[in-house]
Each structure stands twice: as structure tokens, then as C-alpha cells.
């Protein structure tokens, strides 16, 4: 069982540059999550995906951002317009959603690096 | 609304001593409660969870955590600290209430433990 996969693991980039993350969950996870992590910081909150459905979008998500998963497998995420506010970490978790609404893991990716110049 | 409280931003511990890396949580509903190991560069890693029953839960690698619903904590504990358990320990929190915002997990800041040989 393979976990969750990022690609590409780092990236530079110049500001105003537009960018795309791809991430493949574990096999069969049926619920797909972004979240980003600023140096000295947790993990925050991005969207997250049900299958191919968008079901929830932070209000960090703005405009210059958009994820998709088409197929309800991998997902991407592409940022417009890249500021040097966007430099963080990028992680992506997928989990198994059941009966038991809530209580699955998530499990995450080793992350992607973005710097703007 | 949901937060996590990691009060520590750093803890030292000797090597073969017991380790304590604490947090506390607020949730409208009873908690899931997570906690999270991250390596330099690397992505996060699961440790435990608490989702319901027994207050101590057990986890990989010798480690495990204490849900006290009194004082709204969870701290994780481990008897005999090894070097390489220095590493970020995240703390997080799902509210158990289904809805909108019931599926993403908030993190607290992280705490930095280091394992003097």
C-alpha cells in the first residue's frame, strides 16, 4: 500500500507566475484534503474533496486559488498569480471515509515546497 | 469554532527519561483529537487518535496520549524518550458534530521536542 503522493516536491518560482501542485491519494481513499503550512506554523485548512465533489473551501482559499480532483483520484492544485505570500508548504492528505463519519484518518503526503521570488 | 493549544513551543528531555508534549482543545461537540510527528522536510506522520471509550489511547512507536475531558487536554506521553523521537509534534482537532467544516482537522502550532543523548 503506497501513501499519499506530491509532486513536484519543491518549486521556485518568480512572483506572478502561475503554479500547479498534483497529488495522488492512497488507493481507494475517497476524501482528498489540501492544507498549507507556513514556517512555525500547523497545518491550515485549504478545501477538501468527497469523491470529484469540492464539498468545502477555507476562506484562505482566494480567488487565485483552484483545486480540482476530475476523476475522484488525484487532485491539483493551481495558484494564479503567485505572491511571495503564497511561500509555504503545500500538503496533501487523503482518508477513508465510512459509516463512521468523522472518525477516519487522514493520512498525509510528504509535501511541496513554494517559494516565490 | 475549533482551536488546539500546544503551550510548549519547545521541550527537552534526556534520553531514556519519560516525555510529555501537551495539549488543549476547544470543539462545540465532543472532540476527535489527533496527534502528528513531522520530520525535517518531510510530511506528517500519525501517531494516535482519540475518538471515543478508553482516555488513554496507545499509538506507534511506544507512544501514547491522555484525553481528560475536565481540563479539555490530550497530552501525549511516552515512558522512555529515544533520540530519534526529536521531531514536530502537532496536536489536532475535529469536532465530532457532522456539517459544514466537520471533516477538516485544526492544528495547533507545534512543539518542537528534542531528545538530549
Known amino acids: 500500500d503506497t501513501g499519499v503522493s506530491q509532486d513536484p516536491r519543491h518549486k521556485i518560482t518568480k512572483r506572478g507566475q502561475n503554479v500547479t501542485f498534483r497529488c495522488d491519494p492512497i488507493?481507494?481513499?475517497?476524501?482528498l484534503y489540501w492544507y498549507r503550512q507556513t514556517l512555525g506554523q500547523g497545518p491550515e485548512f485549504l478545501t477538501y474533496?468527497?469523491?470529484?465533489?469540492?464539498?468545502?473551501k477555507s476562506r484562505l482559499l482566494s480567488d487565485r486559488f483552484s483545486a480540482e480532483r476530475p476523476k475522484g483520484s488525484f487532485s491539483t492544485l493551481e495558484i494564479q498569480r503567485t505572491e511571495q505570500g503564497d511561500s509555504a508548504m503545500y500538503l496533501c492528505?487523503?482518508?477513508?471515509?465510512?459509516?463512521?463519519?468523522?472518525?477516519?484518518?487522514?493520512?498525509f503526503g510528504p509535501g511541496t515546497r513554494l517559494l516565490v521570488l | 469554532a475549533q482551536s488546539v493549544a500546544q503551550p510548549e513551543d519547545q521541550v527537552n528531555v534526556a534520553e531514556g527519561n519519560p516525555l510529555t508534549v501537551k495539549c488543549t482543545y476547544s470543539?462545540?461537540?465532543?472532540?476527535?483529537l489527533f496527534w502528528y510527528v513531522q520530520y525535517p522536510n518531510r510530511g506528517l506522520q500519525f501517531l494516535l487518535k482519540?475518538?471515543?471509550?478508553?482516555?488513554l489511547v496507545k499509538g506507534s512507536y511506544g507512544f501514547e496520549a491522555e484525553f481528560n475531558k475536565s481540563q479539555t487536554s490530550f497530552h501525549l506521553k511516552k515512558p522512555s524518550a529515544l533520540v530519534s523521537d526529536s521531531a514536530l509534534y502537532f496536536c489536532?482537532?475535529?469536532?465530532?458534530?457532522?456539517?459544514?467544516?466537520?471533516?477538516?482537522?485544526?492544528f495547533g502550532k507545534g512543539t518542537k521536542l528534542s531528545v538530549i543523548p
Open positions: 492528505a487523503s482518508s477513508l471515509a465510512g459509516w463512521d463519519r468523522g472518525q477516519e484518518t487522514q493520512y
Open positions: 488507493s481507494e481513499h475517497n476524501r
Open positions: 474533496f468527497q469523491n470529484e465533489a469540492q464539498l468545502e
Open positions: 470543539v462545540s461537540g465532543n472532540p476527535y
Open positions: 482519540y475518538i471515543t471509550g478508553d482516555n
Open positions: 489536532a482537532v475535529r469536532d465530532a458534530y457532522s456539517g459544514a467544516g466537520s471533516y477538516q482537522l485544526t
